[in-house]
């Protein structure tokens, strides 16, 4: 039996998803401190959004993890990417204790895992301007089924399925939905 099975994962059905990017603005906005409003008002940055619509021959769908073995999880070196049993066997990266190494990135076997510059505060950027090395700090992303949107009695508020005009985008532990998902990962790469 796979570690997956029964794991719940996000599907796009591509018959119904229209390209509108709604989920990326959704997902952007619930994960980042500022809406997108504010955050362009502001001039504040906001992080990348966990999933990618992909256009597959005539049809657009969306990409992100697909709650899978998890060898991102064997990978981090830190022990920072645990599966979380009580919560439908989501897969969940602990952002703010990840040292952007990268391993979970190069161990995902679907590129669905994104390392993007992480957003520091005050304090943080002033320490490291006076550092002599100008690395930026990297963390990785994928999708958590909006882990921190997750209530009290278990139910899901993923911002993606919430934000899809169309109703494509669905919750699901349904295995051939998986592996419709999996395929569709080799137009992402």
């Not at 599907?11 to 998803?17: A, E, F, P």
């Not at 952007?28 to 401190?33: A, G, T």
């Not at 409003?37 to 619509?53: A, C, F, I, M, P």
């Not at 597959?56 to 599966?83: H, K, L, M, Y």
């Amino acid at each position: 039996m796979s570690k997956n099975e029964n794991t719940m994962f996000i599907y796009t059905d591509s018959n119904k998803c229209m390209g509108c990017h709604s989920c990326e603005i959704a997902c952007s906005s619930v994960h980042s401190e500022y809406d997108l409003h504010s955050s362009l008002l502001l001039e504040k940055k906001v992080y990348q959004s966990r999933n990618t619509v992909i256009k597959v021959g005539n049809a657009t769908t969306v990409v992100q993890c697909v709650s899978c073995d998890a060898p991102c999880i064997e990978s981090c070196p830190i022990d920072v990417i645990q599966r979380h049993d009580n919560l439908g066997g989501l897969v969940k990266i602990d952002e703010e204790e990840c040292i952007g190494c990268k391993a979970c990135a190069k161990a995902c076997p679907y590129d669905l895992i994104k390392m993007v510059e992480a957003i520091l505060s005050p304090e943080e950027t002033i320490k490291a301007q006076q550092k002599k090395k100008k690395r930026k700090k990297l963390k990785a992303l994928k999708c958590d089924l909006c882990f921190d949107q997750i209530s009290a009695d278990g139910k899901y508020n993923s911002a993606c399925i919430n934000a899809c005009p169309t109703q494509a985008i669905v919750l699901t532990n349904d295995e051939a939905l998986r592996s419709k998902a999996i395929e569709l990962t080799k137009y992402y790469k």
